[in-house]
């Protein structure tokens, strides 16, 4: 049993809550959400008694001259309440790629699982709405304060006597030229790529979950983010833009010709890929069945490997969702391993011996083989298949 199969034994029974409240994190650190009217707070790290009545949260900076440096507080504090909110995004998105993947390859239907979960859980439009946010802006925000940072805030503090940096012109922006149109935030390009990589894996050869990106109009948010110039989120935001292209009409083929270019360009393809000008003709009950089948397989899962360990996942053969697929269920699959037949193999493998038989092998070969007087002769007549000619009568 790997690290993987173990994690999973554990997340199981709530699997579905924790997905929940990854998603909750995920929502509350949007930037279209006023963080203090969050269900979930997540600046319970960032506010204290003191800042509680601060005007930070509405977005306007108090100029009341009751405190020492009152706008320097204000400014550090908006700026913290919005780096923190990136963190827990990044955070989140990665614990969401993470899990995915070691996920997929530890057993498909642990993957299948856990999408189901996020897909329930209305991931994918929650998803499109950081994506449809000012995707340049956020990536280039300067939520930063170079002299809060480590190691300048430490250093400081130790050299100057236990004070902090007090801010100033000098030492709010970083001591490096930065050119224009050149600066980017790395700790939000990260989660943006976790994101759309993250939307992709949930939809990839899902057709009732590509319909959903119809549903929610993901088309132009998409589009838009193809103003991020890095190969690598443009890469996946084509990917998904790919894998919905059949169901946006010829139209919408034809007005973005220059879209469809990058995707031949850039992503990879099958030998009997018809994305570019293939017309999808099946109807919406079909794709319902096949979320049913899935759901179904990845019960029937559960149920075969993890029943002794959780009973509530045990499903009885009456309930089985489709006849005949019980039979997993009753029928022991190693009967149906390979067995080595072949003399040579079998006798140049090397037997493991117990401890105890290597310690007790001498006093065998004494009381049992060299005491005793065996008849080898008639021993081999007996033996089943070996017989002399001589000894057969005529």
Not at 109 to 134: A, M, R, T, W
């Amino acid at each position: 049993m790997n690290s993987t199969e173990e994690l999973y034994r554990l997340l199981l029974p709530n699997l579905c809550q924790y997905v929940v409240a990854l998603l909750k994190v995920l929502l509350a650190a949007a930037p279209s959400n006023k963080a203090k009217n969050d269900a979930l707070n997540i600046l319970v790290d960032v506010l204290t008694p003191e800042t509680d009545g601060s005007d930070v949260l509405s977005n306007s900076i108090s100029l009341d001259h009751s405190t020492s440096s009152p706008l320097e507080e204000s400014v550090r504090l908006a700026i913290d309440i919005n780096r923190h909110k990136e963190i827990m995004v990044k955070a989140t998105s990665s614990i969401l790629i993470l899990l995915m993947k070691h996920l997929r390859l530890n057993h498909i239907y642990q993957f299948e699982y856990l999408c189901q979960h996020i897909v329930y859980g209305n991931g994918i439009p929650l998803l499109l709405k950081f994506l449809d946010q000012n995707m340049t802006r956020y990536v280039q925000s300067r939520y930063e304060i170079h002299a809060y940072n480590y190691p300048q805030a430490p250093l400081h503090f130790v050299r100057n006597r236990d004070e902090w940096p007090v801010l100033n012109s000098e030492n709010v922006e970083s001591g490096e030229v930065e050119r224009r149109g050149m600066y980017y935030m790395w700790r939000n390009m990260f989660s943006s790529i976790n994101l759309i990589r993250v939307l992709n894996k949930l939809v990839k050869g899902k057709q009732s979950r590509v319909m959903m990106l119809m549903v929610f109009k993901s088309a132009p948010i998409l589009k838009r983010s193809l103003k991020i110039r890095l190969g690598l989120f443009q890469f996946f935001v084509l990917k998904a833009l790919k894998m919905q292209s059949r169901y946006l009409g010829r139209q919408w083929r034809k007005s973005n010709m220059d879209i469809m270019s990058a995707i031949y360009n850039k992503v990879r393809h099958r030998m009997t890929d018809d994305w570019a000008f293939a017309n999808e003709m099946r109807k919406s009950y079909d794709y319902h069945s096949e979320e049913s089948e899935l759901k179904a397989a990845v019960e029937r899962f559960h149920s075969r490997r993890y029943a002794k360990l959780h009973p509530q996942l045990a499903i009885e053969i009456n309930d089985a969702p489709m006849p005949g697929d019980d039979y997993l269920n009753r029928v022991n699959l190693r009967e149906y391993e390979p067995v080595d037949n072949c003399l040579h193999s079998v006798l140049g493998k090397q037997p493991e011996l117990g401890k105890r038989f290597k310690n007790n092998y001498r006093k065998w070969m004494e009381e049992e083989v060299v005491k005793r007087n065996i008849d080898w002769d008639r021993l081999l007549m007996n033996t089943k298949g070996i017989a002399f000619s001589r000894d057969i009568p005529c």
